[in-house]
């Protein structure tokens, strides 16, 4: 006997099963919407779970820590420093029936948190000087030549609250606002701490002209210095030249002294041999094949000239 209708009865029972129900993970947490009202309380347990089909609707939020990470602004500090301040927070859905009737999802959430974060941010900001946003502790640190020039005083200045305790009064402030709703807030902390365009510009020409002005104490020291040693070069190279000179005119002078008292020697032994061979020498270093020499006849050199073709 056919059952035409069989078919579609299963399909439709299964298509029904479907819509009936919903899994539930381990990080999330389900309220069921029914009309725009939750019903049924908040399911934790991770699993399958049943529900009214095609009337409930599964409303899921995260059970994680979330981040927030907001917008840098611009907020002037207790002395008149206009900075930007950037912070970031962690948060959780601590009550999500609560959540979803105050902000519905997570956009909902972030866009509260600036409200709530970025405004205890300012008030925190505006209530103290610059130096205690920067700087979280009064420990010492090497005062360098840049920090002499800029703002030594200033940064050398003792907090009473510093960085990290600002970051705690700004939660402990925001953190008692979110729970109304559904929102724990955990931590925030400053990103990044920034001055605004037009200062940076100032606090960079200072930069600049500190750095500078270094530079050239630098250089100046530095061309003293090269003109000492080449001073000190020149001074050694002089002494060592004339340390020198007087070893050689020393030893120049043993040396004529040693060979006048040569040729002393030997000029005793042959007077006349001696004046023949220098008179040979003088005519070699002074006459070529081209030289005509003109000799009176009583010349000493004809003399030995004779004497020599004579032999």
Known sequence: MK???????????????NAAIYTVSETEQVILVQFGRPVGGLVKEPGL??????????????????????DATEIPTRDKKYIWVDT??????????????????ERGAQSRLDDIVDGETRNAVASFDLIEVVRSSNRA??????????????AMAKIATGRSKLAQIILDKAAKITPEFGIELVDVRFKRINYVETVQQKVFERMNSER????ERSRSEGQGRAAEIRGQKERDVLAA??????SAQELKGAA?????AIYAKAYNKDPEFYQFWKSLETLESSLDDKTWLVLTTDSEMLRFLKASGGN
């Open 256 to 260: 004529d002294g040693k060979a006048t």
């Open 49 to 70: 779970h049943l529900k009214v089909p095609f009337v409930q609707v599964v409303h899921r939020f995260d059970k994680r820590w979330l981040e927030y990470d907001g």
């Open 88 to 105: 970031y927070a962690r948060w959780r859905i601590a009550d999500p029936l609560r959540f979803y009737q105050a902000v519905r999802d």
């Open 141 to 154: 640190f090497q005062t360098t030549e840049e920090l002499e020039g800029i703002g030594a005083a200033e």
């Open 241 to 246: 030249s004339s340390s020198g000179y007087r």
């Open 212 to 215: 500078k002005r270094i530079a």
């Open 3 to 17: 059952r035409p209708w069989l078919v579609p009865a299963v399909v439709a029972a299964l298509f029904v099963l």
